[in-house]
C-alpha cells in the first residue's frame, strides 16, 4: 500500500476540495483527505497502476496535480488572483468613473467605449470563473464560480442585446459585468492572503526545515575538512559541526561538545535546555550557546519535524463533527441560489413595476451577494489555527476531531509512573537493623550497597550508585544478578551478602513495603526505600485543571500506598492503584460512560486505556505505542502544556461557531436585502463588495486564535 501525497494547484474553496474528494471516493479510494489550504490530497492507493488515472482524473476536474504536469511548468500571464483583479481593475475603473459626485465625462457613457472595456475583464473572468463553473457542473458539485459565472453572463449578455438592436442607453449594464469580476477577484486574493496567514505556524516550521548545514569530511591525511551544504543533502552518518546561532538541519546525535539549545520551534518551549554527548538534537531547534559536533540519525521524512508537519497537514484534512452539517448545506447551496434569484427575477417583474432591467440586476445582486465560500470555510479556518498554534506550543493533534472534543472533556485520568513522575528515582530513606548496638555504620552499610549494586543496571540501583557513590569499594570473590531477585555476591572470607527485594528473606521480616534489602548470611541489615521524583510541574497543572472544573484520577498499576503518596501530594481527586492493563481498560471503559474522559500516559501497558479514552493524550518521551495510540501528544515531554491544550481545543469550538454563526447569519440576511432591491441601482457591484469580504472577515476571527490568552 502506497501513501499518497499530492500538491494540487487550483482548489480555492470546500467546494474544490468536495470535487476532488467526490471523484477519488467514487475511484474506491477510502478516506481521502483533502485540504484546500493547503493545496494537499492524501490518501492510501492499493494498486500503484491506478495512479496515472487519478492524475488524469483531477486534472480533469480543473486542477493541476503538481510534479505530475507531462513538461515543466511555466509562469503563465495572470495566473492568479492578484494579477487577475490589477488588470480587470484598469479596465472597471473608466467604467465606474460617474460613481464619483460631480464627474461625469460624456464619451466614457457610449454603449460602444464600455464594451470595448468590459470585454478585456469579460474574457479574463469567464476564462477563470466560467471554467471552473463548468467543471463544477459536469461533476455534480456546483461551486461559487457558478453563480459569479451566471451573473457575469446575464448583464454582459442583456447590455450586449441593447448596444445590438441600437438601444444601449437603456440596456447598459456593462459596468455590472466589470465590477462583478474585477471585485470577485479581489475578494479571492483577499482571502488567498487571509488563509495563508492562518498557516503562518506551520510555515514557520516549514522554514525551519530549509537550512545549510555544515558537514565535515577528512581528507587523506585525516584532516577535517568542513563544506556548506543544503540540509536536504544530507544523509544519515553524516557529520555535522554546529556553532551558536545556528539552526540544527537534521535529528542528530552529540559526538563530543555541550550546547544550550532552544527547542521552541519543536517542543514549545521557550527556555534553552543544556544537551551534551550521546544526547538527541532536534532538526529545527537552534544553539543558542556552545558547538558541537553531531552525526545525523534521520533525514527527510524520518525526521521529528517532518513528523510533525505531516501529523497536523493530516489533521487539516480531517473533518471534525461540527463541519458536516456545513458541508450538507454547501452542497445544495449554490442550486438554491439559484433558484431563489429565478424566483427574484420574475417575482420583481411581474409583481412590481420596476421593469425587467431592474428585476434582472436585483436577480444579478442575489447570486453575487451569496457566499458559500463561508460556511465551507467556517471550520478549515479556525482549525487550521487552532492546530497551527498547537503545534507552535508543543502540543500535537493528530486529527481535528480531537481539537473539537477537547471542549467536552469532564475528567482527566494520569497514569503514574513517566507521567506524574520522572521516571527518575531518588532515594527517600533507609534503615539499618540494630544500629543503636554498633551493628554497622552508616557510612559502612552505604558502601556495602553500593558495591553491591554497581554490578546492577536496574533503574534503581542506577538511583543508589549516584547518591551513594564511593571510592572505598569491596572487591568481591564472586558476584552475579540474580533475575527477579537482585545482586548475590560473596566475599574473600566466604560471607554471602544480598542486595534484592523482599522474596529474598520473606522468612526474616514482615516488612515488605521497601525496595532494596540488604543481608550478610541470611541475616538482614537494613532496608533501602527509594521514590520516583514527582514532576515539577506536576502539582500546578493539576490545580489549573481544578479551577478549569476538571476533575483529576490518578490509575496506576503501582502499590496502593505509592499511589496514595503521590495523589495527596498533588491534590488529586481520586486514587485507583494495583491495576492491569486489562484492568485500566475496564476502568476506562467505565469512567468514559460517566463523562467524557483524556487519558495522560507513556508505558506500553497504558496504550489499550488511551486508545479507550475519549481523547488519549501521549508524552513525547512516551514508548511509541502509547504514541500511536493517543490523538494528542505533548512534545515538551512533560504535562505543562496539558491545560493550555484544553483550552485551545474549547477557544478552538468557539471560534468555529462564531464563523459558522457569521456564515449563516450572512447569507441569510444578506440574500432577502438584495433579491428586494436594498441594495440600489448598484446591487450588483455592492453584492460583489460586501460577498468579497465576507470571506476575509472569517479568517480574521480565526487568526484571533493566534493571539487569545489560553488560561
Not at 354 to 361: K, Q
Request: proline share 3%; glycine share 8%; hydrophobic share 45%.
Amino acid at each position: 500500500m502506497e501513501n499518497i501525497q499530492w500538491k494540487v494547484d487550483g482548489m480555492s474553496c470546500t467546494n474544490c476540495a468536495l470535487s476532488i474528494h467526490k471523484y477519488l471516493s467514487s475511484k474506491g479510494i477510502h478516506e481521502p483527505k483533502v485540504n484546500f489550504m493547503e493545496g494537499e490530497v492524501q490518501f492510501e492507493l492499493v494498486d500503484a497502476a491506478q495512479k496515472p488515472a487519478l492524475i488524469k482524473g483531477i486534472q480533469g476536474l480543473g486542477y493541476k496535480v503538481r510534479g505530475q504536469e507531462a513538461e515543466a511548468p511555466t509562469k503563465k500571464w495572470l495566473d492568479n488572483n492578484k494579477e487577475r483583479a490589477i488588470f480587470s481593475l484598469i479596465f472597471t475603473l473608466p467604467l465606474i468613473v460617474h460613481m464619483i459626485p460631480g464627474v461625469h465625462i460624456h464619451w466614457l457613457m457610449n454603449p460602444y467605449v464600455q464594451l470595448a472595456l468590459t470585454i478585456p475583464v469579460f474574457i479574463v473572468g469567464m476564462n477563470y470563473f466560467g471554467k471552473s463553473a463548468i467543471n463544477s457542473l459536469l461533476h455534480g458539485i456546483p461551486n461559487m464560480n457558478v453563480l459569479v459565472s451566471i451573473g457575469a453572463l446575464a448583464s454582459f449578455g442583456y447590455s450586449l442585446y441593447g448596444t445590438v438592436i441600437g438601444q444601449g442607453a437603456a440596456f447598459a449594464y456593462y459596468e455590472t459585468t466589470a465590477t462583478i469580476l474585477t471585485f470577485v477577484f479581489f475578494g479571492n486574493y483577499l482571502e488567498d492572503a487571509s488563509i495563508a496567514s492562518t498557516q503562518r505556524a506551520l510555515k514557520d516550521l516549514v522554514k525551519a526545515q530549509k537550512v545549510m548545514a555544515k558537514m565535515i569530511v577528512f581528507d587523506e591525511h585525516h584532516k577535517e575538512i568542513i563544506f556548506t551544504v543544503a540540509a536536504d543533502t544530507l544523509k544519515v552518518g553524516d557529520i555535522l559541526l554546529i556553532n551558536s546561532g545556528e539552526t540544527v538541519p537534521m535529528d542528530c546525535k552529540i559526538l563530543s561538545g555541550e550546547a544550550d539549545v532552544n527547542e521552541a520551534i519543536v517542543t514549545g518551549e521557550s527556555l534553552p535546555v543544556h544537551r551534551k554527548m550521546k544526547e538527541i538534537l532536534l532538526g529545527g531547534s537552534t544553539i543558542e550557546n556552545g558547538s558541537i559536533k553531531a552525526y545525523v540519525t534521520a533525514v527527510g521524512d524520518q525526521t521529528v519535524l517532518s513528523n510533525i508537519l505531516k501529523m497536523v497537514k493530516a489533521a487539516q484534512g480531517e473533518k471534525p463533527p461540527v463541519q458536516v452539517l456545513a458541508d450538507k448545506i454547501s452542497a445544495i447551496f449554490v442550486p438554491l441560489v439559484v433558484g431563489i434569484a429565478l424566483l427574484t427575477l420574475l417575482g420583481n417583474y411581474f409583481l412590481t413595476n420596476i421593469g425587467f432591467g431592474e428585476s434582472m440586476l436585483r436577480s444579478i445582486a442575489v447570486l453575487v451577494i451569496s457566499c458559500p465560500c463561508a460556511m465551507g470555510l467556517a471550520t478549515p479556518a479556525a482549525i487550521a489555527v487552532g492546530l497551527g498554534r498547537g503545534a507552535r506550543n508543543g502540543v500535537l493533534f493528530k486529527n481535528a476531531k480531537s481539537l473539537e472534543t477537547f471542549k467536552d472533556i469532564k475528567q482527566v485520568v494520569f497514569d503514574k509512573t513517566g507521567t506524574l513522575t520522572t521516571g527518575h528515582f531518588e532515594v527517600s530513606g533507609f534503615h539499618i537493623v540494630n544500629y543503636e548496638i554498633g551493628q554497622i555504620s552508616e557510612q559502612d552499610f552505604k558502601t556495602l550497597t553500593y558495591s553491591l549494586e554497581k554490578y546492577s543496571n536496574h533503574p534503581i540501583a542506577n538511583c543508589i550508585k549516584e547518591e551513594w557513590k564511593t571510592t572505598e569499594v569491596i572487591k568481591w570473590a564472586q558476584i552475579e544478578e540474580v533475575k527477579g531477585m537482585g545482586i548475590q555476591a560473596i566475599d574473600k572470607d566466604g560471607n554471602t551478602y544480598w542486595a534484592g527485594s523482599f522474596k529474598t528473606l520473606e522468612d526474616q521480616t514482615t516488612e515488605d513495603g521497601h525496595n532494596i534489602y540488604i543481608q550478610k548470611n541470611n541475616s538482614l541489615i537494613g532496608w533501602i526505600d527509594v521514590a520516583d521524583q514527582i514532576r515539577p510541574e506536576a502539582k500546578e497543572v493539576i490545580d489549573q485543571l481544578h479551577r478549569q472544573g476538571i476533575t483529576t484520577i490518578l490509575l496506576s498499576g503501582d502499590r496502593a500506598s505509592k499511589c496514595k503518596l503521590v495523589g495527596d501530594a498533588l491534590g488529586i481527586q481520586k486514587n485507583i492503584a494495583e491495576q492491569s492493563p486489562s484492568d485500566k481498560l475496564a476502568q476506562l471503559d467505565a469512567l468514559t460512560k460517566i463523562a467524557p474522559t483524556a487519558m495522560v500516559g507513556d508505558g506500553i501497558n497504558d496504550a489499550p486505556a488511551l486508545a479507550k479514552a475519549t481523547i488519549g493524550i501521549s508524552l513525547s518521551n512516551a514508548s511509541h505505542i502509547a504514541i500511536q495510540s493517543a490523538q494528542v501528544v505533548l512534545m515538551n515531554k512533560g504535562l505543562k502544556n496539558l491545560p493550555m491544550a484544553l483550552v485551545l481545543g474549547r477557544k478552538t469550538y468557539e471560534t468555529i461557531k462564531e464563523n459558522l454563526g457569521w456564515a449563516f447569519s450572512y447569507n441569510i440576511i444578506a440574500i432577502p436585502v438584495a433579491a428586494l432591491g436594498f441594495l440600489g441601482t448598484w446591487g450588483p457591484t455592492y453584492g460583489a463588495m460586501i460577498m468579497a469580504l465576507s470571506d476575509v472577515v472569517l479568517a480574521l476571527n480565526s487568526l484571533r486564535l493566534f493571539k487569545k490568552k489560553l488560561q
